[in-house]
């Protein structure tokens, strides 16, 4: 600027001015920002930079990343659409968009993507996940599911030399572990934070066959088998089987420093434990994928949907076909990236090509984890639109059984009676 | 005969001619007040954009459905209101707030009351503990709630360990998960932040304290309560009265050191009024009643900043 003469400064002044007239896509030049809590995970910031930079590299668009934590996130974008300065795009969790589906700016990419098009190129089975009835809210990137996690060297030291298969099993293998593996957490259950909680308890409702809320909104928790998963773990509490306080990063804190045994993750725990533990790869001895525990013979093990998927925002910038959103989004279910990517931060890809690759038929964990995924089905409080609301209150029901305040049969109770006016309200 | 007011000073019997042309009618008081409403006007300005332009759209969203179904509010009256008065988690939280912002607020004015008293004897390092005194105050109210999560971590902790290693306890205790352990951890960790700006006050009181009337009370054969009850504590009156009511207030408005140390749990025993207000609109998106409870929430902030400012307008 110093070295610049009148004439110059003029024509970047008339420069500068043209491109503001010309509009903010012009002005802004070809950027997109995007909240993402993978971005914001330490082990996989360099790996998600990557595929930033490789899209950067193949299609000239800069991705602003906005990192925000796992938890944070859905406040983040909240925040921002009631302060109207919502970003381009988003990561979301698969049970997060029903809620995210509400807001007004959320685009439906159905118009920039044809789902003939994705029903071409992904897996049958990440389908669903990113719909929200006729419409198509995110597009998967990363798909999984959520189940058990079992740390064989603990296994080992308490003396349990098979993988549980009954509940019964289960328990007795946690009363080894605490027995014998002093300061350990035998299941390393999620028992604090109302955002990781309902998780669990959904899964253990399952596992002894009984449901929260049914396909037709119906709360049904109030059931013999609610009953009987609340009185679990309640009774694991109190015998120190589970331990109070703890939040999914606590869970697989002490999974990967070995003083857990059990506990639930999606198969992301794989990069997680690597990190956690100090190990790398040499951690993936220990860690294996697990059927979940079934209450009687011949019960089919459980698993939740789990996955990643894009989503895109009506912003400032205009939402073009074969513009910089459609770009992104068609780049993040790329082989380029499938093939990488998802394989890295410990998921598996979405696309029917990348699945097919020997990177991931040959990874022996992701072929365990598939191998004992069970019956996988969605999440049953994320695919309401007041599931903000239904996770607080199974979390809040849940922990007052946990810590003794109210029996498990008052707590599920509660459950039923405040979940119920909730759906209610909900209409 | 001629009456004219120059300057706040009525002259009776004074030609009119005589009146200056500059001379305002308004007289210099107006005048005065005019260049005072311009110096509050930018104040005025901050305080209508930051403080009562969201206060009154609180005020109008208590009366929405302003929720995740609802992107738009929409207008049903006392609907929010009467949802509080049936809910028992709600007024659950008033209980809670009153437990904390009473435990609170007594335990830090008696215990910054005796740390005044001792820091205002004299003796060797006395300034470096007055200056020592003042860091729970300086540090930032979420790293002070950090610390003592950790001093209270039921793996990790600090007191776990102090008390396993005294042979007080044979197991860690878990103590923010039950509901007496986590208020115990809320009322003292607000405590300690508190004490240092409480003892100041009562600090600076001390030092206007007549020591003669103790020398004199002293030889009257008065010992150290008498002295307390019936000297300083009568002398610290103007002072403990702004205290208690700065405490009550800022108790109430407490959140950070809450949120940070026990998220309003386990359950919801630590969930005050300003957790609820938190949860409610950013946990469950309910901005309808997270307005509804927080314009509750201003409600029982109202007499103890009402009695506080009738206290400073009396002193001016």
Not at chain 1, 179 to 194: E, H, I, Q
Not at chain 1, 295 to 312: I, N, T
Not at chain 2, 145 to 166: D, P, T
């Amino acid at each position: 600027m110093a070295n610049m003469n009148r004439r110059q400064f003029g024509g970047a002044a008339a420069a500068g001015a043209a491109s503001l007239a010309a509009g903010p896509a012009f002005a802004q030049g070809s950027s997109i920002s995007f909240i993402s809590y993978t971005y914001a995970e330490e082990p996989n910031k360099p790996v998600f930079q990557k595929v930033m930079d490789d899209f950067k590299a193949a299609s000239g668009v800069t991705v602003e990343p906005i990192a925000s934590a796992w938890g944070e996130t859905q406040k983040n974008i909240m925040l921002r659409q009631r302060s109207r300065t919502l970003m381009d795009s988003a990561q979301l969790q698969d049970r997060w968009v029903p809620s995210m589906a509400t807001l007004p700016e959320i685009v439906d990419i159905g118009g920039l993507i044809p789902e003939s098009d994705l029903e071409a190129a992904l897996a049958p089975s990440v389908l669903s996940l990113g719909r929200v009835g006729e419409k198509r809210i995110g597009v998967p990137f990363v798909s999984g599911s959520v189940g058990f996690v079992a740390n064989t060297d603990v296994l080992k030291k308490a003396g349990v030399d098979k993988i549980p298969v009954t509940m019964d099993e289960f328990r007795s293998a946690l009363v080894a572990v605490r027995d014998k593996v002093p300061n350990s957490v035998p299941f390393a259950m999620a028992t604090k934070n109302p955002s990781s909680i309902p998780l669990d308890v959904l899964l253990l409702v399952w596992i002894f066959n009984g449901r929260i809320i049914d396909d037709s909104g119906k709360v049904v928790i109030n059931s013999p088998e609610g009953r009987a998963a609340m009185s679990f773990m309640a009774s694991a509490m109190k015998d120190k089987l589970i331990a109070p306080e703890l939040d999914r990063p606590d869970s697989r804190r002490l999974f990967a420093q070995g003083s857990a045994a059990f506990y639930i993750d999606a198969p992301q725990a794989r990069g997680f434990i690597r990190s956690f533990s100090g190990l790398g790869e040499k951690a993936d001895a220990f860690t294996l994928p697990m059927k979940s525990p079934v209450l009687k013979q011949g019960d089919p093990p459980r698993s939740v949907e789990w996955g990643h998927v894009v989503a895109l925002f009506k912003s400032q910038k205009p939402i073009d076909k074969g513009g910089p959103q459609d770009k992104w989004v068609r780049y993040l279910i790329s082989d380029a990236t499938q093939t990488t990517f998802p394989l890295q931060i410990g998921g598996l890809p979405v696309t029917k090509s990348a699945r097919a690759a020997p990177a991931v038929q040959n990874d022996p964990f992701l072929k365990a984890w598939a191998e004992a995924t069970g019956v996988t089905m969605k999440h049953e409080i994320g695919v309401w639109s007041n599931a903000p609301e239904l996770s607080t209150i199974l979390s809040e029901e849940t922990q007052a059984a946990l810590l003794g305040q109210k029996t498990p049969d008052a707590a599920v109770a509660a459950i039923q009676t405040r979940m119920e006016a909730s759906m209610a309200k909900r209409g | 005969m001629n009456a004219v007011s120059a300057g706040g000073i009525t002259v009776t019997g004074a030609p009119a001619a005589r009146l200056s042309p500059l001379a305002r009618r308004a007289g210099l008081k107006t005048g005065e007040r005019r260049v005072g409403w311009l110096f509050m006007t930018p104040a005025l300005i901050a305080f209508a954009a930051v403080i009562l332009a969201p206060f009154l759209s609180a005020l109008g969203l208590a009366f929405t459905r302003y929720d995740l179904q609802t992107p738009n509010p929409v207008f049903i009256g006392l609907a929010n209101f009467a949802q509080i008065a049936a809910s028992p988690e709600i007024r659950e939280s008033f209980v809670v707030t009153f437990v904390f912002v009473s435990l609170a607020t007594v335990f830090t004015i008696v215990l910054a009351l005796a740390w005044a008293l001792i820091l205002n004897q004299p003796f060797r390092g006395r300034a470096a503990l007055r200056t020592a005194t003042i860091i729970p105050w300086v540090l930032p109210s979420t790293v002070s709630a950090f610390i003592w999560a950790w001093i209270f971590n039921s793996r990790y902790g600090l007191l776990n360990a102090a008390m396993l290693e005294m042979g007080l306890i044979d197991q860690p205790v878990a103590w923010l998960s039950t509901s007496a352990g986590a208020m115990t951890a809320i009322v003292i960790a607000k405590v300690w932040i508190s004490i240092p700006v409480t003892m100041t006050f009562f600090l600076a009181g001390l030092q206007s304290l007549d020591r003669e009337q103790i020398d004199a009370a002293r030889v009257d054969g008065a010992g150290d309560f008498a002295v307390l009850k019936d000297h300083v504590l009568p002398h610290l009156r103007p002072v403990l009265l702004v205290v208690v009511v700065l405490a009550v207030i800022g108790n109430l408005q407490q959140f950070d050191k809450i949120y940070a140390l026990t998220g309003g749990g386990p359950v919801r025993a630590t969930t005050v009024l300003s957790i609820e207000v938190y949860r409610r609109a950013f946990d469950s998106w309910d901005i309808g009643m997270a307005s509804a409870v927080g314009l509750l929430w201003v409600a029982t902030i109202i007499p103890p900043a009402y009695l506080y400012l009738r206290h400073l307008l009396k002193t001016v």
